[in-house]
C-alpha cells in the first residue's frame, strides 16, 4: 500500500504596523538695526514661517483601560439573595432589581473561609467589605441577553456533541443515535449562527474590537447557517460526501472560539496588542479552522481493508 505523508500547512499573519512621521518647525528669527537717539534707524523683522506637521498617531487601549468599562455602576439598582444548592454550599446570586432598592449588603471574609485561615485575620487585615445591594429585592422587569444565552448553550451543544459525530464507529455501530444527534445539531447549528448575527447587530460592541471582526462576523453568521443548511439537504438526498463535507465546514467555524484562545495568546505575545491586531487575530481563529477543514474534506482517503484471499484450483 503506498502510503503518502501529507504536511499540514502552517497559516502565518504578519501584522507589521508603522507610523513615523517628522515635525518640523523652524524659529522665528527678529533682526533689528542699533538705534540712536537722534534718530531711530528702521527695524526689519523676518519671521520664518512655521510649518508644522502633526505626527499621526495609533491608540492602543490597555487591558485596564478596556476594564474601566465595567467599573462603573450599570443602570439598575442591585438586588442579592442567598440561594442553597441541592448539593453544595450557599451561592450569593446579584440581579438587576426594581427601582427604588437602596440598602447596603456588608460579607465579612471571616465568614467564608477555613478554620485555619481565620486566626490569620486579624489587626490590620481588613475582613467585612460593603456593597450597595438591596437582600431579596424584587427582580426588575425589562429585556435580558436571551440571545447571549442561546449562543453559548447552543454553541456548547454544537461542539460537544458534533464531536461524536465524527467519530467513524458510532456511524457504523449507532446510526440511529447519529441520525438523532443530527437533527438536534442542525437546530442547535442555526441558532449559534442566527444568535451570533443578532448579537452583532444589537448588543454593544465589546471593549476592544473594531470594525474588521464586526464586519467579519457578519459574514461568518449566515456563512456557518449556510454550511448546516447545505448539509441537511445533501443528506436528504443521500450524498454522504457532500453531507460530511458541509458539516465539517459548520463545525470549523462553530469551533472558531476554541481557536481563538491561541492565536490570540500567541499573537499578542508576538506582535502585542491592540485593536486592528486583537480583530485579525481573532479572525485568524476562522481562517485556520476553515484551512484544516478542507484539508481533512480533501485529503484523499484511506484504502479499504481487504480480508485475507483464499487461492485454491478449481475443479475441472
Excluded at 71 to 84: C, Y
Aim: some cysteine.
Amino acid at each position: 500500500m503506498l502510503r503518502r505523508r501529507l504536511a499540514l500547512p502552517v497559516i502565518a499573519l504578519l501584522a507589521l504596523a508603522a507610523c513615523s512621521s517628522d515635525s518640523n518647525s523652524s524659529g522665528t528669527a527678529s533682526t533689528s538695526a542699533p538705534t540712536t537717539t537722534a534718530a531711530p534707524a528702521p527695524s526689519t523683522d523676518a519671521t520664518d514661517a512655521v510649518t508644522t506637521t502633526e505626527a499621526a498617531t495609533t491608540t492602543t487601549e490597555s487591558p485596564a483601560d478596556q476594564a474601566l468599562a465595567y467599573s462603573e455602576a450599570g443602570p439598575f439598582p442591585v438586588g442579592v439573595t442567598t440561594l442553597q444548592l441541592e448539593k453544595g454550599p450557599l451561592v450569593e446570586v446579584w440581579y438587576p432589581a426594581i427601582e427604588g432598592s437602596t440598602g447596603t449588603e456588608t460579607y465579612d471574609v471571616r465568614d467564608y473561609v477555613g478554620d485555619v485561615i481565620k486566626p490569620l485575620l486579624t489587626g490590620d487585615a481588613p475582613t467585612t467589605f460593603s456593597y450597595p445591594a438591596t437582600r431579596d429585592a424584587a427582580v426588575a422587569d425589562g429585556s435580558f441577553p436571551v440571545a447571549l444565552f442561546v449562543h453559548v448553550l447552543g454553541s456548547a451543544l454544537f461542539a460537544l456533541v458534533g464531536a461524536f459525530q465524527f467519530v467513524p464507529s458510532l456511524r457504523r455501530h449507532h446510526l440511529t443515535w447519529h441520525r438523532r444527534a443530527g437533527r438536534v445539531l442542525v437546530g442547535a447549528g442555526l441558532l449559534v449562527a442566527v444568535s451570533a448575527v443578532w448579537i452583532t447587530l444589537t448588543y454593544p460592541g465589546q471593549p476592544g474590537t473594531g470594525q474588521v471582526l464586526y464586519l467579519v462576523r457578519l459574514v461568518v453568521g449566515p456563512a456557518m447557517a449556510a454550511f448546516v443548511t447545505l448539509g441537511l439537504v445533501a443528506i436528504r438526498r443521500r450524498d454522504i460526501p457532500a453531507h460530511r463535507a458541509w458539516m465539517i465546514r459548520a463545525y470549523a467555524l462553530g469551533l472558531g472560539a476554541g481557536t481563538q484562545v491561541f492565536t490570540e495568546g500567541f499573537g499578542e505575545a508576538i506582535f502585542g496588542t491592540g485593536i486592528v491586531i486583537g480583530d485579525v487575530l481573532k479572525v485568524a481563529g476562522w481562517v485556520i479552522n476553515l484551512a484544516v477543514a478542507e484539508w481533512v474534506i480533501r485529503r484523499p482517503g484511506r484504502a479499504p481493508r481487504r480480508g485475507p484471499v483464499l487461492m485454491g484450483t478449481r475443479a475441472s
